[in-house]
């Protein structure tokens, strides 16, 4: 069973830019494939970005792509979601995820979600 908690979320302006952190726990870490989903009010969740666990490749959502980064360090169980140039639309809350599907077409694990709001 593994654990995913997020942080980093919070408030900011329209062009910022925040650092999202998964910290996942209670199994083998690096064997998953990791990413970031987000849910903005009265919408679905979407997907946002994937990275695999051996080789460390990335998958983008078209529109995130050059202004988020998703990254992990295998050494400290850890995965990042860097987004800049934020924009209002980005507003949701994002959830860490875990699966062994690639790009996690399939998730076995979520965490509980941090949320992001840019004003503008």
């Known amino acids: 069973q593994v654990q995913l908690v997020e942080s980093g979320g919070g408030l900011v302006q329209a062009g910022g830019s925040l650092r999202l952190s998964c910290a996942a726990s209670?199994?083998?870490?690096?064997?998953?494939?990791m990413g970031w989903f987000r849910q903005a009010p009265g919408k679905e969740r979407e997907f946002v970005a994937a990275?695999?666990?051996?080789?460390?490749?990335?998958y983008y959502t078209d529109s995130m792509k050059g202004r988020f980064t998703i990254s992990r360090d295998n050494a400290k169980n850890l995965v990042y979601l860097q987004m800049n140039s934020l924009k209002p639309e980005d507003t949701a809350v994002y959830y860490c995820?875990?699966?062994?599907?690639?790009?996690?077409?399939?998730?076995?694990?979520w965490g509980i979600g941090t949320l992001v709001t840019v004003s503008s």
């Open positions: 995820a875990a699966g062994g599907s690639w790009p996690l077409k399939s998730v076995d694990y």
């Open positions: 990275i695999s666990w051996r080789l460390g490749s990335t």
């Open positions: 209670g199994g083998t870490f690096s064997r998953y494939h």
